[in-house]
Structures are given as C-alpha cells and as structure tokens.
C-alpha cells in the first residue's frame, strides 16, 4: 500500500523551513528519500531505518518514528536548489534476497522562492 | 553518476504495437528496476530483477514482461501497448552492503506516447 505523503505541496521563501511526512500503515524496515527536478530523474538524498536513526544531507535532514510508522524530512534554512518533487520509498521487510522493493508515496512539491 | 543509461529516450508507438524499453547499467549491481511514473501515482514498481533470469512482478506488472540475460542489461516489453501505458518509465539499480539496504539509482527515463 503506498505510503501517504503530506503536504502535497509548498512553497517557501529563501531562508525558512519546511517538514514532509511519510506514513505508512504498514510496520518499516526502511525509509528512502529522494528529490526530483522537472524532467529529470529521482535523486537519492538519504536512507532511514527502523530504530529512530535521523540523517542528514547537508541541511536536509531527516528522523524515522518507529512507534508511528512515520519518516519526516527536515529542509532547513532552504536554498532555491531545493525546489523539486520530494518522494519517499518504504520497505516493509529486509529485501536482501530480491533486492529493496520500494513503494513510493505520491511525492511533495516544494518551491523555494528568492 | 551511476552508469546507468536508457534507450530509447523518447518514442512515439500506435496502439497494438510492441515496444521493448532498455536499460544499461555499468556499475555491476545485481538489483534492477522497472519503474512508471504518471502525475498523481509518484513511482510505481512494474518489474525487477535480482540477478541473471530472476525476475519478479511489481504492483503494476499487466501488460509488461522483462527480461535480463546479463548483468547489465534489463529489458521492459510491452507486448501490445495501450493508451494507458503511456508513462515516463525510469530505470534504477541498486545492491546489497552487508546488512544495509543501498539506495536506488535511476536512470534518466524513457517517455512513452502511445496514440
């Protein structure tokens, strides 16, 4: 089932900062973020896994709620290269033998305004 | 960059004609992926491969078959494509470290227009 996505969009001014949520209804082995530019193709920004783990890249950062299910991606004091379409990936179980199957939600835009 | 590349980019197909999709990867990862991606769906998993002529079905597999006789080449097929195939379809690869998970790298896609 795919995870749901929140907000669906937002738009920012330099300088301010923005959280999007992933949920999921089902238990998370790992949480895969990944930012997209119109036309291209998905970039990978970092993983999460079960255990609370938060990461960052560069001031994009992000924590993983096991009790809820629930990732958050932290875009801090934003930068206009942040705009783009923000996509989580879930992985309900350790894929090791057929790989990481993820499921991706239904993205969210974020524009970042000077 | 991940070596990974997709033929063709962009193609043009009637409806009822087969159309076969590649992707090549230089980077010697096991997994390979078969993605669409339409507006409101984000990335659905059509197909992937873990190895050499192991493959699987995604959750969007009707209509699409695949195949992967070496490791750097993954194959989508559309037997008789339809309307609702037309999609940009984006390829990924990734492999195993250990215990962790690896992240998924994508190819620039192909965009599809079935008429």
């Known amino acids: 089932q795919q995870p749901v996505q929140s907000p669906q969009a937002v738009i920012l001014r330099e300088g301010e900062d923005a959280v999007i949520n992933c949920s999921s209804s089902?238990?998370?082995?790992?949480v895969h973020w990944y930012r997209q530019k119109h036309g291209e193709a998905p970039v990978f920004l970092m993983i999460l896994l079960k255990g609370g783990e938060q990461k960052g890249h560069d001031k994009i950062s992000a924590s993983f709620n096991e009790k809820k299910q629930q990732s958050s991606l932290y875009l801090t004091a934003s930068q206009l290269s942040y705009s783009g379409t923000y996509f989580c990936g879930t992985e309900i179980r350790r894929g090791e033998a057929a790989g990481n199957k993820l499921t991706f939600g239904g993205g969210t835009r974020v524009l970042v305004k000077p | 960059d991940a070596g990974i590349t997709q033929s063709p980019r962009h193609k043009v197909t009637e409806t009822g004609t087969p159309v076969t999709l590649r992707c090549h990867q230089t980077e010697n990862h096991r997994y390979m992926y078969w993605y669409r991606q339409d507006p409101g769906h984000g990335l659905r998993l059509i197909h992937y491969s873990y190895g050499v002529k192991d493959t699987d079905k995604g959750e969007v597999s009707d209509g699409y078959s695949v195949s992967r006789s070496k490791t750097e080449d993954f194959l989508l097929t559309l037997e008789s494509a339809t309307s609702s195939q037309t999609s940009v379809y984006f390829c990924?690869?990734?492999?195993?470290?250990?215990?962790?998970?690896?992240?998924?790298?994508f190819g620039p896609g192909t965009r599809l227009t079935v008429t």
């Open positions: 990924a690869i990734s492999d195993y470290r250990g215990r962790a998970p690896y992240e998924q790298y």
């Open positions: 089902k238990a998370l082995y790992s």
